[in-house]
């Protein structure tokens, strides 16, 4: 029988209508990789590295907690299956997309691979993770760097405004 992992995934639209794109991306996740434990509230930002591609519309962010029997592997093939059949084309980085699925955090396990680094290499680099995921995953620790993600916000220098989306 396989493992069941705790996983944290971060949900992100800035294109379309993002609240459905968001709940589709659920119901996918759901439907795919595992039983949704957790749902944290929806929130807008700035799209990060705005500078390079002008003219972006703010994303919604959201994180969720999955359990699941899958292995890293399967979960991120199964995630950019699912990006794609909500829509989105891959062009450049930071680009507008309709919606991005990131593992953040597996666990209190450390996975390296050549596609693949979890945690999430600039997780705590970024408002529009750690607000979300500190709603849910508050007092988890941070693998690698040990420390729980709400210290991990209260020591990010990421400029960018978070806010709760009111729909």
């Not at 990789?33 to 957790?38: C, H, L, S, V």
């Not at 390079?52 to 890293?72: G, H, R």
């Not at 794609?84 to 996975?111: F, M, S």
């Amino acid at each position: 029988m396989s493992k069941l992992s705790k996983i944290y995934l971060i949900l992100g639209s800035n294109l379309g209508n993002r609240v459905e794109n968001l709940k589709r991306a659920q119901t996918l996740i759901g439907e795919q990789i595992g039983k949704i434990q957790q749902v944290s509230r929806l929130y807008e930002s700035e799209p990060w590295g705005k500078s390079k591609i002008p003219n972006q519309s703010d994303f919604l962010n959201q994180a969720i907690e999955v359990s699941t029997v899958l292995t890293p592997q399967n979960v991120l093939s199964k995630i950019l299956n699912i990006e794609k059949e909500i829509g989105r084309v891959r062009t450049e980085k930071n680009a507008p997309r309709l919606i991005d699925i990131d593992i953040a955090l597996w666990g209190n396990e450390i996975i390296k691979m050549p596609d693949l680094t979890i945690p999430h290499p600039r997780l705590q680099e970024r408002n529009f993770v750690l607000i979300p995921l500190m709603e849910i995953a508050g007092e988890d620790l941070h693998p690698e760097l040990q420390l729980p993600i709400e210290e991990l916000y209260f020591n990010c220098t990421d400029p960018l405004e978070v806010s709760i989306f009111e729909d």
